[in-house]
């Protein structure tokens, strides 16, 4: 089974930084990765969906990249804000497809506080 | 509006009371699941459906049964529930296993 780690489990910036959050994996044999953000007592938001022939995806002031080698997923927040504290998860397929499609496994996420 | 909606959002309940959840998309997606989250543990997948009549057990099936007999909906069903079962509930679609998740907004569910 895949162990999956973020890092860090918390972060507390002020505003306008630019920022780093990373998600681990053990199997390099990946087919896509999402990160996801979560506001207290919301459901998930999915932000970006890396297919693993893809190397980043960009949406807005957010950038992730994914390196299968190094098993290691940065999603990368520019110019930070205050309406970007939020708790962000990291998630990704087993490897063996075959016949568990639609199983994801999910970080325990980076919780996120950006201070005006 | 394209959504999944679960229903209750809160549900207090004694051990032992059958119950359910339900779950409904309008997006006519073929994957639909269910997760839980709990402080330390993080989200964990308890059932998924890869299309109607079509599920399989995540990583913590023990105590739940589900249902997709529509495409629409997945109903979360406890038996017998536990206090153990004390939990936040997701349901989550998506139109292909590889596709973005779209998340409902959850069930909080206390079980004494």
């Known amino acids: 089974k895949q162990e999956v780690t973020q890092i860090p489990a918390a972060l507390s910036v002020p505003e306008g930084e630019n920022l780093v959050l990373n998600c681990s994996f053990t199997?390099?044999?990946?087919?896509?990765l999402q990160w996801f953000r979560q506001d207290p007592g919301k459901g998930l938001t999915s932000l970006l969906l890396?297919?693993?022939?893809?190397r980043e995806q960009t949406s807005g002031r957010l950038n992730a990249s994914l390196d299968k080698s190094s098993g290691r997923s940065t999603l990368y927040i520019a110019a930070s804000q205050p309406g970007d504290s939020a708790t962000y998860l990291c998630?990704?397929?087993?490897?063996?497809?075959?016949?568990?499609?639609?199983?994801?496994?999910f970080g325990r996420g980076t919780q996120l506080t950006v201070w005006p | 509006e394209a959504q999944v909606t679960q229903n209750p959002r809160y549900l207090i309940t004694v051990t032992g009371k059958k119950l359910t959840v339900t779950c409904s998309q309008n997006m006519n997606h073929e994957y639909m699941s269910w997760y839980r989250q709990d402080p330390g543990l993080g989200l964990r997948q308890i059932y998924y459906s890869m299309n109607v009549e079509v599920t399989d057990k995540g990583d913590v099936p023990e105590g739940y049964k589900v249902s997709r007999k529509e495409k629409r909906n997945f109903p979360l069903i406890l038996e017998s529930p536990s206090p153990n079962q004390t939990s936040l509930y997701f349901c989550?679609?998506?139109?292909?296993?590889?596709?973005?998740?779209?998340f409902g907004n959850g069930t909080r569910l206390t079980v004494t």
């Open positions: 890396i297919q693993s022939s893809q």
């Open positions: 989550a679609s998506s139109w292909t296993a590889d596709s973005p998740l779209h």
């Open positions: 998630a990704f397929p087993p490897a063996d497809r075959g016949s568990t499609l639609g199983r994801l496994y």
């Open positions: 199997d390099s044999a990946i087919y896509n």
